[in-house]
């Protein structure tokens, strides 16, 4: 117990914020914009801080139970973050369009930013870099799917008839899931899985081992991590609407925020495999957090938008659609052969920056 304490010193920073933000949280939107503004990023470091540990405990798990286990467990503790800071900010915040907006800005981080500059970073130091070429085949035709029946078909659905396309989105979502996590965790899991030619153990010595913790302490953890992250986002979303209030701030921006703040472990986890030749775990963690958060993300909302009745805008701009199809094009013809190199992740990546910029000019 006292070295699984002293493992996880690290979230008493976040347990000491979120007592303090609690305190102090109608104070700070008092003393005005900036000071609100500081204190929510404090609070989003708090939280990334937190989130980074619930993957660490993940990551735990994952190597006990192994590929596509492994990687399934990572991609779901993002998912499950992503949506508890979602569900909180929407109460914050009166945006019909939050939920499509992080959906988009979360598959244009991990497809063109986390696997972009893996396969870059990774491209430039191995060379090029071998995968289950089946593994990126499946992973984009679902996203395709799942995007296109979520995110871009509803753009045609009549406005008094939402409700009906909205539970068809839920079963749907639900099925796509089920058949994926079947085919994934049975009799096609060789899909997203690569033998190396020579297996390198990354976590043989004896330190690491001592850092290892048991399974029902790093449930306990991912648990305890979960929460906290729930505290702290409430604070952080209130403090970050009245700071930017009338700021001028793009309106995607809230968005990117809470897709980074869920992708932030994962991106350390990436790259750390790709600079280990390990592309294999970059495609999965890349396109499965992808897949995750499209298809668990819409059907949990869209349950949420039919209890309220409030529709949210699912319906991903011209703009959006565009950069989602060149994207999952770019991800067909590079993940074909079973190998990425730098001018592929090149790609990807240039592609995340021209989202980065056509979010700060407000498209």
């Known amino acids: 117990m006292l070295t699984i304490a002293r493992q996880e010193r ?25 000071v609100a503004l500081l204190a929510a990023g404090g609070l989003i470091v708090l939280i990334v801080i937190a989130s980074m540990r619930v993957a660490h ?38 945006s019909p369009t939050l939920v499509r907006d992080t959906i988009y800005a979360a598959v244009m981080l991990d497809i063109n930013g986390i696997l972009g500059l893996a396969a870059l970073l990774g491209g430039i130091k191995h060379g090029e870099q071998p995968y289950n070429d089946d593994s990126g085949k499946t992973y984009s035709v ?115 925020v809470v897709a980074a703040i869920s992708a932030a472990p ?35 909302m869209e349950a949420i938008a039919l209890y309220t009745g409030q529709p949210f805008v699912m319906a991903m701009t011209p703009t959006q659609t565009v950069m989602v199809g060149i994207t999952l094009i770019a991800a067909a013809i590079n993940l074909n052969d079973g190998e990425t190199n730098a001018i592929e992740g090149m790609t990807h990546f240039i592609l995340f920056a021209t989202f980065i910029m056509l979010t700060a000019i407000g498209l």
């Open 10 to 34: 690290l979230l008493l920073l976040p347990v000491l914020g979120a007592i303090l933000a609690m305190l102090f949280e109608h104070q700070l939107v008092e003393a005005g914009r900036l």
């Open 57 to 94: 405990q993940a990551e735990v798990l994952a190597v006990k139970v192994g590929d596509p286990y492994g990687t399934m467990i990572l991609t779901l503790s993002a998912v499950l973050v992503e949506v508890i800071i979602l569900a909180i900010m929407m109460n914050n915040q009166e």
């Open 142 to 256: 679902m996203i395709l799917t799942a995007m296109g029946i979520s995110m871009v078909v509803p753009e045609f659905v009549p406005v008094d008839k939402w409700h009906y396309y909205s539970a068809f989105t839920i079963v749907a979502m639900i099925a796509l899931y089920t058949l994926f996590l079947r085919m994934q965790v049975g009799q096609h899991s060789y899909f997203f899985s690569y033998a190396y030619p020579r297996r390198e153990r990354t976590g043989a010595g004896p330190h690491e081992q001592e850092e290892e913790s048991s399974t029902t302490a790093a449930v306990a953890i991912i648990l305890f991590g979960v929460i906290l992250i729930g505290v702290l986002a409430e604070t952080m979303s209130a403090l970050l609407n009245h700071g930017l209030e009338g700021s001028g701030a793009p309106p995607a921006l809230m968005a990117i």
């Open 266 to 300: 994962e991106i350390m986890t990436a790259m750390r495999a790709a600079l280990r030749n390990r592309m294999q775990a970059v495609v999965n963690i890349a396109l499965g957090a992808s897949l995750s958060t499209v298809i668990l993300t819409v059907p949990v």
